[in-house]
């Protein structure tokens, strides 16, 4: 413990000497315990088993408890989630999707707040003035304090640092971005690579993090979810496909959605399509080609859930007027485009070129009200130890025995 915090602080010194200006303007296991049935949230308060129900509700109810029953080092497995969904799109509920495509949020939601005592376990050490990042050392995790700063529309971020990317960005933090790189490396996080797209596309590396988001419900409950829970596929976008000619007595009005653009040969629709909308496009025509065209534009406008890893690529260091500067201190410490300058990027190719391309978008229906506050959780993911290595592990050396060499 005395060696670790020693190295922390070392780290803290040589980065503190850096100015931090903006660089620029998988299957996994889980513990059944931990889904909230056809939701994948993860209660906030899940006991280790074995769980007295009452003492259960105790936990739940007292916030200086919270952090003591959280459980440390797992992770959800999204495609265990999945499976206790119905197949095709959610039932629409009063606040989801209209038939539009467009969220109805009561406007008169107030932000909410989690309880401060959360903050106060005696395991947590504060690693700026501001008390926003916690070092968890014993559970191996850091703890963000942050608040929602966007609830719908396109995304560069999951997490961005005050004043920087709040535009594009659900949860924003009051701190500098190499106090959290310096927290993950005092949990042993090593930093791996960015993403790059030159001559091909080669996928960030590194090590994981699992990242979970606490928040207080509109109904006053704390809750633990996966933070991939908040962020979908981008679907106000265009959808087309080719067609030379549009099919034989198939005509498409000039001021629709689906139109046919004679210049490029495409037929396309923007935005997300519903039930009613495919199916009043499927009867303008029979031909088979138009079919699938119309079915495709309705399957991959449907919500789908980030699926990715969150991999620390340890963003990086340049140099101006003779000054060393951190790159992620310009906002770009989780975030869901691929960029050079992030801290922790996603594990899939996400373009960053322009807001036309952007990916991914922020589940507004998921998220808490404007302004709640969220505590991020991140916890280096364990590397799997391979069967020789589990074999050998505490096995005496002996002469004839090559793992001693």
Not at 66 to 91: C, F, M, N, Q
Not at 147 to 156: I, K, N, Y
Not at 199 to 212: L, R, V, W, Y
Not at 271 to 285: D, F, I, T, V, Y
Request: some cysteine.
């Amino acid at each position: 413990m005395t060696l670790r915090l020693f190295a922390l602080c070392l780290s803290l010194a040589f980065l503190a000497g850096c100015v931090p200006t903006p660089a620029e303007n998988t299957a996994e296991t889980v513990n059944p315990a931990d889904e909230k049935q056809g939701t994948g949230e993860v209660d906030s308060a899940v006991d280790r088993p074995p769980v007295d129900p009452r003492e259960r509700e105790k936990d739940m109810s007292d916030p200086a408890t919270y952090l003591e029953s959280i459980p440390i080092g797992g992770h959800v497995t999204r495609a265990k989630i999945d499976k206790t969904k119905p197949e095709g799109p959610e039932e629409e509920k009063p606040g989801s999707e209209t038939q539009a495509g467009v969220e109805q949020i009561d406007p008169a939601l107030k932000p909410t707040k989690l309880p401060a005592e959360i903050f106060k376990s005696d395991k947590l050490t504060p690693l700026n003035q501001k008390n926003t990042v916690f070092l968890d050392l014993p559970n191996k995790r850091l703890l963000l304090k942050t608040h929602v700063c966007l609830d719908r529309g396109m995304l560069e971020m999951l997490l961005c640092l005050k004043q920087t990317k709040e535009h594009e960005s659900i949860v924003t933090v009051d701190a500098k971005a190499f106090t959290i790189h310096t927290g993950l490396l005092a949990l042993g996080c090593e930093p791996g690579k960015a993403a790059t797209y030159e001559p091909k596309f080669q996928p960030a590396s590194g090590q994981n993090i699992d990242i979970f988001m606490h928040y207080v419900d509109t109904e006053g409950k704390l809750r633990r979810v996966e933070a991939g829970k908040w962020i979908r596929n981008s679907r106000f976008r265009y959808y087309e496909e080719e067609f030379e000619k549009l099919p034989d007595g198939l005509e498409l009005d000039t001021d629709g959605n689906l139109r046919y653009d004679d210049m490029n040969k495409v037929v396309f629709w923007y935005g997300p399509m519903n039930e009613k909308q495919r199916e009043e496009c499927l009867a303008l025509s029979k031909d088979e080609k138009f079919q699938k065209a119309i079915k495709r534009f309705y399957e991959e406008s449907q919500p789908k859930e980030m699926k990715s890893d969150w991999i620390f690529v340890g963003s990086g260091f340049f140099e101006l007027d003779g000054v060393k500067r951190y790159k992620a201190e310009g906002g770009y410490v989780i975030c869901v485009a691929n960029f050079g300058q992030a801290m922790i990027d996603v594990s899939v190719s996400s373009s960053a070129e322009g807001q036309e391309s952007l990916v991914f978008e922020a589940w507004q229906e998921r998220l808490p009200p404007l302004g709640s506050e969220v505590m991020v959780e991140l916890v280096p993911r364990q590397k799997e130890k391979k069967e020789n290595d589990k074999d050998i592990e505490g096995k005496p050396k002996t002469k004839n025995d090559k793992s001693s060499e």
